[in-house]
């Protein structure tokens, strides 16, 4: 497998897990971006301001529980447009 596979590859499973995350916030917009120098996933997710924590953590547990992708850290972020 080439090099250029490998990052669709994981592209694609970042993808994958924004739309999980979406999906679980019921949200209409996301996007996210990967901080390679400290290995941190942002996501920007619409409407994520109106959760509260408690309901964030409750939410992203089982998603990170199921992880597969490595980060050091993910990030949601209200969706700025």
Known sequence: ????????????????????????FKAEKSRWFLHDQTDTLYVEISGIDAWSEEDIDALMTPIMDDLELDFE???LLPLTE
């Open 1 to 24: 497998m080439s090099t250029s596979d490998d990052l669709a590859l994981f592209d694609k499973e970042i993808n994958d897990l924004v739309d999980l995350i979406k999906t679980a």
């Open 73 to 75: 850290e993910i990030i």
